[in-house]
């Protein structure tokens, strides 16, 4: 049964900084793009970031890109998302899933964990 497992959101400051990361289990890890995915209340989830099975090729959403990093450690079986610069815009749920392309989206696949909450305050 596979499980993923966010954590390390919390409460800061508008202009600072998070790492996320996400443990998952019960899948081959290595074989998959995995992503990063917010939401908040009363909006579908967004995609965030993507990065290749291998770590060589990194995909981020306009409104992320030059503030956050996203990268992987294979042999541990974890994604992690860098984020610097943080807005009170950025305050959602994050989320790691595997991901797939469809059409010009990003779209994440399988089971969901249950997210790490991030509050940007101004």
């Known amino acids: 049964q596979e499980q993923l497992v966010e954590s390390g959101g919390g409460l800061v400051q508008a202009g600072g900084s998070l790492r996320l990361s996400c443990s998952v289990s019960?899948?081959?890890?290595?074989?998959?793009?995995m992503g990063w995915f917010r939401q908040t209340p009363g909006k579908e989830r967004e995609f965030v970031a993507v990065?290749?099975?291998?770590?060589?090729?990194?995909y981020y959403a306009n409104s992320v890109k030059g503030r956050f990093i996203i990268s992987r450690d294979n042999a541990k079986s974890t994604v992690y998302l860098q984020m610097n610069s943080l807005k009170p815009e950025d305050t959602a749920v994050y989320y790691c899933?595997?991901?797939?392309?469809?059409?010009?989206?990003?779209?994440?696949?399988?089971?969901w964990g249950q997210g790490t909450q991030v509050t940007v305050s101004s």
């Open positions: 899933n595997a991901a797939e392309r469809a059409g010009s989206a990003w779209l994440g696949f399988g089971s």
């Open positions: 019960g899948r081959t890890f290595s074989s998959y793009d």
């Open positions: 990065i290749s099975w291998s770590g060589g090729r990194t």
